[in-house]
């Protein structure tokens, strides 16, 4: 079995053509790694300053010099240090190939107002933080900032149901793509870098769609 290999420290990388950055955005956000802060509202002043401090802790390298494309990035040198993979992971790769083959590279999204992100595959019914039970018709019960549970009666924010590692509710997000279930986490020392960075808390889940 193939071991990950670090990427590159920052070395040039071949840019990738318009056509070729549309069929990423299709294709390569399948399956992703969504790190978020636990305040849902949080966001950032100033982007580039946001970017560039997680350039500095090696989070993420370059931009992906396409036009469609705006804010996706190439792993950085301490991307490995920060994301673990486990046994079982397949081998990594950090660089799309000739057939533009899915790669592991970083989004950051940053929304007008706080917004849902939860898997479409492998879907969890949120646990209701008053009953603790799950919310199986959640879909039908949602307005823009909460979910009623039927169980117990209680409405509630939606940041604060158990999604059980498969949803996030936030304004401000780190998509790691290429990355399933359980496949790989990210390290506490990552965690704290960026409550440093942000003065919140953060937290993670996975997407498939």
């Known amino acids: 079995m193939k071991k990950a290999v670090k990427p590159a420290k920052i070395n040039p990388v071949p840019s990738i053509c318009p056509t070729e950055a ?9 399956n992703s790694l969504y790190l978020y802060p636990a305040q ?28 469609k494309t705006a804010q996706h990035y190439f792993t950085g040198e301490k991307y490995l ?40 595959k492998q879907p969890r019914a949120p646990h209701c933080p008053h009953c603790n039970k799950p919310v199986k018709n959640w879909q039908d019960k949602k307005t823009a900032a909460s ?19 498969m949803a996030g509710y936030a304004q401000l997000f780190i998509e790691v793509t290429d990355i399933f279930p359980k ?27």
């Not at 966001?43 to 390298?61: C, E, K, M, R, S």
């Not at 549970?149 to 590692?165: H, M, P, T, V």
Request: overall charge negative; hydrophobic content about 40%.
């Open 183 to 209: 496949e790989a986490t990210p390290q506490q020392a990552l965690l704290d870098k960026l409550a440093a960075i942000t003065g919140s808390k953060w937290q993670y889940f996975y997407s498939c769609q």
């Open 40 to 67: 849902p509202d949080f966001t950032v002043d100033h982007l580039p300053d946001f970017i560039h401090a997680l350039q500095a802790i090696g989070l993420i390298a370059h931009k992906i010099d396409t036009e």
């Open 81 to 120: 240090d920060y994301i673990a993979y486990m046994g079982c992971a397949p081998s990594i790769q950090f660089e799309a190939g000739a057939d533009n083959e899915k790669f592991c590279f970083i989004k950051i999204h940053q929304l007008p107002k706080p917004q849902l992100i939860h898997s479409r």
């Open 22 to 30: 549309a069929a990423m955005t299709s294709t390569h956000s399948q």
């Open 147 to 165: 979910i009623h549970c039927d169980l117990c009666g209680n409405s509630s924010a939606i940041e604060k149901f158990n999604w059980r590692k």
